[in-house]
């Protein structure tokens, strides 16, 4: 349905930055919406942040302040800059994105980038 590739994962201390970038190619739907939704070892799956067309955002309380995303939509990428990381943000970061077609709700994950926040 569509190819995504994430990239900009890492090691960084606490207190860096990390910039995440996601692009969106070969869509069969309309994307609406994209977004970062990550998983740490033994948790479930959360939503981190997510922009629609329009440009209104979203973002998990603990990320607010420190986390901005945003999208290029001639190019289909959407972007998460991370500052001021700590410990507890390390997880796997998936891309997410979501439209219509035809008038049906589809989505597509990314494969997923590692994001290591050491103390």
């Known amino acids: 349905q569509v190819q995504l590739v994430e990239s900009g994962g890492g090691l960084v201390q606490a207190g860096g930055s990390l910039r995440l970038s996601c692009a969106a190619s070969?869509?069969?739907?309309?994307?609406?919406?994209m977004g970062w939704y990550r998983q740490a070892p033994g948790k479930q799956r959360e939503l981190v942040a997510r922009?629609?067309?329009?440009?209104?955002?979203n973002y998990a309380d603990s990320v607010k302040g420190r986390f901005t995303i945003s999208r290029d939509n001639a190019k289909n990428t959407v972007y998460l800059q991370m500052n001021s990381l700590k410990p507890e943000d390390t997880a796997v970061y998936y891309c997410?994105?979501?439209?219509?077609?035809?008038?049906?709700?589809?989505?597509?994950w990314g494969q997923g980038t590692q994001v290591t926040v050491s103390s």
């Open positions: 922009i629609i067309s329009g440009g209104s955002t």
């Open positions: 070969r869509s069969s739907f309309n994307i609406n919406t």
């Open positions: 997410h994105v979501g439209g219509t077609r035809g008038g049906t709700n589809l989505g597509a």
